[in-house]
């Protein structure tokens, strides 16, 4: 793989290495800075991210199905609330507003009434996406429906009475990358070599944060279970969102989409390298050094720790399935089934939609993805609630 560096970027962050009085930063911050750097990072420059064009191709792309799926689970969530006057969407990390167009068309449509009491939030961090997004959105709906995109800082404490949702945001989020040496857990740093390259290198944890995630988690990557040199990711910033989240919500429900495990099987030992991606032209390497601001960095969900820290925050663990039930249960069976049937359709038309539909729910790649829903401020009990998308048990 040829390098393709953003020049600027690693300038940015060689300058935030020489001011360190210990000429060091964490994998976190580097991590954050080639994502998010608000001129140079990857999701803020001016280059396709998503679709053909892009690096990676999210369920969104596939047609609005994924979409209008989640906004039948939406509908039953304003029922569940019984059916307050305002119900609030907050999107986070919208991409290129595909998906925040089929919801919203899709509820127009089949629940009017529902639309109508309908606000929708956008929370992006990067501009670029922002402006793709206004123009999705401004070229499909009318103005009937009102759009707004803001930060977590606008929006009151206590103030949600909706859903917060997201489909993968948190693996992109900056992850501290720890390793046991000497049955003992370190960090990973990044420094400057004498030839002024990156060079990885080893030190203590640079938080006790990541010593209590473990003990949060229930794992302790120092028994002798774990071989010398087990090197994994610690995602911080996941546990501040979950509570940013609760402090904001009232009373609804938070789902989160993405790939990733329950902590027993992320940190199995055999998973010794940890779950690190980066994606570039849709390609996918362990190298977070190549293609600086150019490609994207992931590391998998761990969905236990979602669950554990928000419910030290008032929030309930409700359900947990895969992505291929929560669809199946939502009526994709159907959709799929329906093909079968006379139609318009050609019939490269047919097989290519039904090819789409299969990814969707593919046990070897989407359909294996995690979908969580936790909630605030229910009656009766969260367990004692029917939701439809989780009624296919794991």
């Known amino acids: 793989m040829e390098y393709d560096n953003n020049l600027n970027l690693w300038d940015f962050i060689a300058q935030q290495i020489k001011k360190n009085p210990q000429n060091r930063i964490t994998f ?13 990072g990857y999701y803020s420059i001016n280059k396709p991210k998503l679709g053909a064009e892009g690096d990676f191709v999210t369920s969104p792309y596939l047609g609005a199905d994924f979409g209008e799926m989640l906004a039948e689970q939406f509908f039953q969530m304003w029922e569940i609330l019984n059916f307050p006057n305002s119900f609030t969407l907050v999107e986070m990390g919208a991409g290129q507003g595909i998906l925040a167009s089929d919801i919203l068309l899709y509820l127009q449509k089949k629940y009017p009434t529902f639309f109508k009491c309908l606000n929708y939030l956008i929370i992006e961090k990067s501009n670029f996406l922002k402006a793709q997004q206004q123009h999705q959105l401004k070229k499909n709906l009318s103005d009937t429906i009102s759009i707004q995109w803001c930060n977590f800082e606008d929006i009151p404490n206590n103030n949600i009475i909706g859903c917060f949702f997201s489909n993968e ?15 003992q857990l370190q960090e990973i740093y990044i420094t400057l070599d004498s030839e002024n390259k990156f060079q990885e290198i080893i030190a203590e944890l ?17 028994s002798n279970i774990y071989p010398e040199a087990y090197r994994t990711e610690v995602n911080l910033a996941a546990l ?19 790939y990733g495990y329950t902590a027993q099987r992320y940190y199995l030992p055999s998973r010794r390298e940890g779950t690190l991606q980066c994606y570039y032209q849709h390609r996918h390497h362990n190298d977070p050094y190549l293609n600086i601001g150019r490609q994207d960095i992931t590391a998998h969900v761990n969905f236990t720790a979602l669950q554990l820290y928000g419910k030290n925050w008032g929030i309930d663990g409700v359900e947990f399935t895969q992505q291929a039930l929560f669809l199946m249960a939502l009526g994709l069976g159907d959709r799929i089934c329906a093909l079968s049937q006379p139609s318009n359709y050609s019939i490269s038309e047919i097989l290519q939609r039904r090819e789409c539909l299969h990814s969707l729910i593919d046990p070897m790649g989407l359909g294996n993805f995690g979908v969580l829903l936790q909630s605030k401020g229910l009656s009766p009990s969260p367990q004692q609630i029917p939701l439809k998308g989780f009624s296919f048990p794991i």
Request: net charge negative; charged share 20%.
């Open 28 to 40: 976190a911050d580097y991590m954050n800075w080639v994502l998010y750097h608000p001129e140079y």
């Open 240 to 258: 501040d969102w979950i509570k940013t989240l609760a402090n904001k919500l009232n009373q609804g429900f938070i789902l989160t989409i993405d």
């Open 206 to 222: 640079s938080t006790e944060k990541i010593t209590d995630y473990f003990k949060l988690i229930n794992i302790d990557l120092c």
């Open 169 to 183: 945001l948190v693996d992109a989020f900056p992850v501290h990358q720890v390793i046991v040496q000497n049955k």
